[in-house]
Each structure stands twice: as structure tokens, then as C-alpha cells.
């Protein structure tokens, strides 16, 4: 792929997967409202981040553009000109379109800016991430590890007897907190010895339920993708959406089967760490790399306790889940068919693809009236196959006129037996060359039949792969495609 292309495509994958996310979100939004207990479901929100940073990615895939359903959104060319036919006559006016390719000038330097903006983002985020694992890894540090003896003294573990993590306590206004992916630590800290026995198993048994239900994987998988969507506002949403049913789906494990006084006496933890962090200053705990216990700030503990309070364990929602697993994906798969295409030129393909020119007799207009809206040569995207043709605007019943004397090749709704041509006429004329007619509304040809220079033999629609009504006008010879506008021009 030609780095000068890059840019635009970067570009291009970059408000896709903005619409991604931002669609997943409203989607998710209104499924809430349906079901509530999804607050509690990791799977919906965790898959629209990556529906975002799939689409990311596979729009920038070269054979992306083939997989869209629509042609490309012609675009003005730098030497855009029409073709009008007074009384048979062709007169080649050129018009002034200063403003429009003044206008497209500016798309590459907007492109090449939002490539260095992302890569000055995506490091801000990076070393963010960074800086706070490496607070995390100096509060782990200054930590004293907890013994097997110790641990049996302790309160929190008097009744717990299957296999821990590491664990270690620090005489620090912190929240309890997972931390670490692949030897994850269970960090405590000293002042919750002040607690009821009671609460401190509690707050244990969450934390060691986020270990259980392998949560660290999901945060870690998650934070990853909020740095590369780190430009997605949507995408910040659903990383915190996540994060909060990661709290909730512990808080629903724990509590499951349990007695409301135990379940006053969880709720009495989540305020006790609460008041904590406000004697403390410690305010609203930022650490992505960590599970901690309340450390959400004020709203969402008081959303928590009332949920443990008043809440029962949430209803399994398997159609709720089953359809996040399918629409999400879908989602995914249609921001890349219907994807933007976009027609520019790449001056190293146009000036490689277009064949020789052939020395033919003046031919006439295919329409009265040519109003060129993408040229030979130009691509629908970077790394895009060049465009086989000259597309003109065109009216629907607009009549499509043969340019020179020839026989009817080809008359048919399935060109090369697909519908991305829509409806097709095939001409062959002296010299081994041959018109090709698309996107027709209506055939008035049949394939074998002779015509005439002028002769009605289609009238232009919008049948096939098309973003409007247009006719595609492609010219080729002895198989080699030629550029239809040295031969219009002929005309003159």
C-alpha cells in the first residue's frame, strides 16, 4: 500500500469505527432500558469495544473496499469539464471548479494531521497507563507480604480455606484491590482490620470472585482497547459501563443464597470504605490496572448498596446475552458494507492503468449532455482498484446513445454473472473496440443486433452497486482499457 494513501485510509477507518461505537452504544442504551439486569453482563460491553476495534482494523484491510455495497461517492476531478451535443454538434466547455479541488487539496494534509494527532494521543494514553502501574508496582512494593501464619490470624481469612493469591497488606488510605494479570496480588489495606470480622470476609470474598470470574483478563483486554479508540468519546463510555459490571457481577456473585443481614452488613463495607477515602482525601481511585472494593466514587457505591440492598441476584438473560453475541458483530460487518467510498487520484496507478489510446474516427457523446463526476484512472479508496471508466451524471430515463456504429455484444441484468453492474449493454465497434453501457434503468437493445452512431440503445438508472442515478461508461481495446475521454474529446 503507497504510504501518501496511508493517511486517508487511516482516516477513513477512524470515522468508521467512530460510527461503530457510537451506534453500539445507543443500542446498548436502549437494551438497558429493556433489561435492566445487562448493568451486570460484561460480554454486550466489552464486544462493542471490540466491534469498534475490529471495524478500526478491517477497514483498513486492502479487499475492504471490495466488500462494500456501493460504488464510490464520485468527487470532483482537479480538470473536471463537460461534454454538451447542440443539434449533434459536441462542444467541450470547462468549468471552473478552483473552489472544489482547492477544497480536496486540504483532505491528504487533514489526513496526515489526524494520523500524527492519533499517535500523539495513543502515547499520552500509553504513558498514562504506564505511570500508574508504576505507582501500583511501588505500593505493592512498600507492602508486607502476608505469611501462611499471618494469614490465619487475620480476620478476613478465619474462615477461608481454598488456595489464595498473594496477598499483602500497606498502612495506606488505598481500597482493597486485584492487582497485576498474570500473577495477580491481592492488596489490602490495614486500616480495614478496623472492621467487623463479618465485613472483612466479605470484602475478600469480592475480591477474590474478580480472580474466579478471570476479570483482570477482561479489564486488561478492555483498557487495551480503550488506548486504540482512545479518540472515541463512546468508546470511554462503554470501558466504564464495563467496569461497573465487573463490580456488579461480584457483588451479585457474592450475595447469591445469602441473608439480608449479611447483605446490610456488605453494604455496611462499601460506606466504611467510602468514609475512609473522604477523611483521606483520597477521592476517586484511577487504576486501570486493578479490581479495587469501592473505589468508584460516591454515586456509584450508593447505586451499588442500593442494588445489594433491594436487588436479588439478577435473572439469567440468555436472549439478552445471545443477542448482544450476534448484533454486535453485525454491527461490525455492516460499518464495513456500508462504508463511505471516496473517488481521488493516486497518480501512480492512473498513470500506469490506462492502455493506449486508439486512432478511431470522431465518435459522438453517449448523453446530450456529459457531465463527467469520476474520471479514468481514479480510485474509490487507497490501495483501491483504478476506475475501468468515466462516469457521468445522469437523470433516471436519461437516454444513453451509442457513440459509434457496432454490434449489440452483450444485453443482460447479470454482467459477468453478478448484480454489481446492475443492467449492462456491451458494444462492439471496428478495431477491436468495445463500449461498455451500466448501471441502465432500461435496455433497448439485444445482444446481436446492429446500431447506428446516435441510436437510443438504453436509458440511464441506478440498477447495481451505485450511491445514485449515473451512467458508467467504460471503453476498451483488443481487451486493454482505454481512457473514454481521448476519444470524447476527438469529438470536439
Same mark, same amino acid.
Given at each position: 500500500?503507497?504510504?501518501?494513501?496511508?493517511?486517508?485510509?487511516?482516516?477513513?477507518?477512524?470515522?468508521?469505527?467512530?460510527?461503530?461505537?457510537?451506534?453500539?452504544?445507543?443500542?446498548?442504551?436502549?437494551?438497558?432500558?429493556?433489561?435492566?439486569? &445487562?448493568?451486570?453482563?460484561?460480554?454486550?460491553?466489552?464486544?462493542?469495544?471490540?466491534?469498534?476495534?475490529?471495524?478500526?482494523?478491517?477497514?483498513? /484491510?486492502?479487499?475492504?473496499?471490495?466488500?462494500? &455495497?456501493?460504488?464510490?461517492?464520485?468527487?470532483?476531478? #482537479?480538470?473536471?469539464?463537460?461534454?454538451?451535443?447542440?443539434?449533434?454538434?459536441?462542444?467541450?466547455?470547462?468549468?471552473?471548479?478552483?473552489?472544489?479541488?482547492?477544497?480536496?487539496?486540504?483532505?491528504?494534509?487533514?489526513?496526515?494531521?489526524?494520523?500524527?494527532?492519533?499517535?500523539?494521543?495513543?502515547?499520552?494514553?500509553?504513558?498514562?497507563?504506564?505511570?500508574?502501574?508504576?505507582?501500583?508496582?511501588?505500593?505493592?512494593?512498600?507492602?508486607?507480604?502476608?505469611?501462611?501464619?499471618?494469614?490465619?490470624?487475620?480476620?478476613?481469612?478465619?474462615?477461608?480455606?481454598?488456595?489464595?493469591?498473594?496477598?499483602?497488606?500497606?498502612?495506606?488510605?488505598?481500597?482493597?484491590?486485584?492487582?497485576?494479570?498474570?500473577?495477580?496480588?491481592?492488596?489490602?489495606?490495614?486500616?480495614?482490620?478496623?472492621?467487623?470480622?463479618?465485613?472483612?470476609?466479605?470484602?475478600?470474598?469480592?475480591?477474590?470472585?474478580?480472580?474466579?470470574?478471570?476479570?483482570?483478563?477482561?479489564?486488561?483486554?478492555?483498557?487495551? /482497547?480503550?488506548?486504540?479508540?482512545?479518540?472515541?468519546?463512546?468508546?470511554?463510555?462503554?470501558? %466504564?459501563?464495563?467496569?461497573?459490571?465487573?463490580?456488579?457481577?461480584?457483588?451479585?456473585?457474592?450475595?447469591?443464597?445469602?441473608?439480608?443481614?449479611?447483605?446490610?452488613?456488605?453494604?455496611?463495607?462499601? /460506606?466504611?470504605?467510602?468514609?475512609?477515602?473522604?477523611?483521606? =482525601?483520597?477521592?476517586?481511585?484511577?487504576?486501570?490496572?486493578?479490581?479495587?472494593?469501592?473505589?468508584?466514587?460516591?454515586?456509584?457505591?450508593?447505586?451499588?448498596?442500593?442494588?445489594?440492598?433491594?436487588?436479588?441476584?439478577?435473572?439469567?438473560?440468555?436472549?439478552?446475552?445471545?443477542?448482544?453475541?450476534?448484533?454486535?458483530?453485525?454491527?461490525?460487518?455492516?460499518?464495513?458494507?456500508?462504508?463511505?467510498?471516496?473517488?481521488?487520484?493516486?497518480?501512480?496507478?492512473? #498513470?500506469?492503468?490506462?492502455?493506449?489510446?486508439? #486512432?478511431?474516427?470522431?465518435?459522438?457523446?453517449?448523453?446530450?449532455?456529459?457531465?463527467?463526476?469520476?474520471?479514468? %484512472?481514479?480510485?474509490?479508496?487507497?490501495?483501491?482498484?483504478?476506475?475501468?471508466?468515466?462516469?457521468? %451524471?445522469?437523470?433516471?430515463?436519461?437516454?444513453?446513445?451509442?457513440?459509434?456504429?457496432?454490434?449489440?455484444?452483450?444485453?443482460?441484468?447479470?454482467?459477468?454473472?453478478?448484480?454489481?453492474?446492475?443492467?449492462?449493454?456491451?458494444?462492439?465497434?471496428?478495431?477491436?473496440?468495445?463500449?461498455?453501457?451500466?448501471?441502465?434503468?432500461?435496455?433497448?437493445?439485444?445482444?446481436?443486433?446492429?446500431?447506428?452512431?446516435?441510436?437510443?440503445?438504453?436509458?440511464? =438508472?441506478?440498477?447495481?452497486?451505485?450511491?445514485?442515478?449515473?451512467?458508467?461508461?467504460?471503453?476498451?481495446?483488443?481487451?486493454?482499457?482505454?481512457?473514454?475521454?481521448?476519444?470524447?474529446? %476527438?469529438?470536439?
Amino acid at each position: 500500500m503507497a504510504h501518501a494513501v496511508f493517511p486517508l485510509l487511516f482516516l477513513q477507518a477512524s470515522i468508521s469505527a467512530l460510527v461503530t461505537s457510537c451506534l453500539a452504544w445507543a443500542l446498548l442504551a436502549l437494551a438497558r432500558r429493556r433489561w435492566p439486569g &445487562l448493568d451486570a453482563r460484561r460480554a454486550p460491553w466489552l464486544l462493542a469495544q471490540l466491534a469498534a476495534a475490529v471495524t478500526l482494523a478491517v477497514t483498513m /484491510l486492502p479487499a475492504a473496499s471490495q466488500l462494500s &455495497l456501493f460504488s464510490a461517492a464520485p468527487l470532483p476531478d #482537479a480538470a473536471g469539464w463537460s461534454v454538451q451535443v447542440p443539434d449533434g454538434l459536441m462542444t467541450v466547455v470547462l468549468q471552473d471548479r478552483a473552489g472544489e479541488v482547492a477544497a480536496l487539496d486540504l483532505l491528504p494534509a487533514l489526513a496526515w494531521l489526524w494520523l500524527f494527532a492519533y499517535i500523539a494521543g495513543a502515547a499520552r494514553h500509553a504513558l498514562r497507563w504506564r505511570r500508574v502501574r508504576r505507582e501500583l508496582r511501588a505500593l505493592l512494593f512498600v507492602a508486607e507480604r502476608l505469611d501462611a501464619a499471618s494469614l490465619r490470624r487475620h480476620p478476613a481469612f478465619a474462615s477461608h480455606r481454598a488456595a489464595l493469591p498473594p496477598v499483602r497488606e500497606i498502612d495506606a488510605p488505598v481500597s482493597p484491590m486485584l492487582a497485576g494479570l498474570l500473577q495477580p496480588v491481592l492488596l489490602l489495606p490495614r486500616h480495614m482490620r478496623d472492621l467487623p470480622p463479618a465485613q472483612q470476609q466479605l470484602i475478600v470474598a469480592h475480591e477474590l470472585m474478580h480472580l474466579r470470574r478471570r476479570d483482570p483478563l477482561w479489564q486488561h483486554g478492555a483498557t487495551l /482497547l480503550q488506548l486504540l479508540l482512545w479518540f472515541v468519546p463512546a468508546a470511554h463510555s462503554l470501558h %466504564g459501563r464495563l467496569q461497573w459490571a465487573l463490580e456488579l457481577g461480584c457483588d451479585r456473585a457474592v450475595l447469591a443464597g445469602r441473608p439480608q443481614d449479611e447483605r446490610r452488613s456488605y453494604a455496611a463495607a462499601l /460506606l466504611a470504605q467510602l468514609a475512609m477515602q473522604a477523611r483521606s =482525601g483520597q477521592g476517586r481511585t484511577t487504576a486501570p490496572a486493578s479490581l479495587a472494593f469501592g473505589a468508584h466514587g460516591a454515586q456509584a457505591v450508593a447505586d451499588r448498596i442500593r442494588l445489594i440492598r433491594d436487588a436479588h441476584p439478577g435473572a439469567r438473560l440468555p436472549l439478552a446475552s445471545s443477542a448482544a453475541l450476534l448484533l454486535l458483530p453485525a454491527l461490525c460487518g455492516a460499518s464495513v458494507l456500508l462504508q463511505p467510498q471516496f473517488a481521488w487520484r493516486d497518480g501512480a496507478e492512473a #498513470a500506469s492503468s490506462p492502455g493506449p489510446a486508439p #486512432a478511431a474516427p470522431a465518435w459522438q457523446a453517449p448523453l446530450a449532455h456529459l457531465r463527467v463526476t469520476s474520471s479514468f %484512472g481514479s480510485v474509490n479508496r487507497p490501495g483501491g482498484t483504478p476506475h475501468q471508466g468515466m462516469d457521468f %451524471g445522469a437523470a433516471r430515463g436519461t437516454a444513453v446513445l451509442a457513440p459509434a456504429d457496432g454490434r449489440v455484444a452483450v444485453s443482460t441484468d447479470q454482467y459477468e454473472g453478478g448484480a454489481r453492474y446492475g443492467k449492462v449493454v456491451v458494444i462492439e465497434h471496428a478495431s477491436g473496440t468495445r463500449t461498455l453501457y451500466a448501471h441502465l434503468d432500461t435496455r433497448l437493445v439485444r445482444a446481436g443486433e446492429r446500431v447506428q452512431a446516435g441510436q437510443r440503445i438504453a436509458l440511464s =438508472g441506478a440498477t447495481g452497486k451505485v450511491t445514485g442515478p449515473h451512467l458508467h461508461f467504460e471503453v476498451s481495446r483488443q481487451g486493454a482499457p482505454v481512457d473514454p475521454q481521448a476519444l470524447l474529446e %476527438g469529438s470536439r
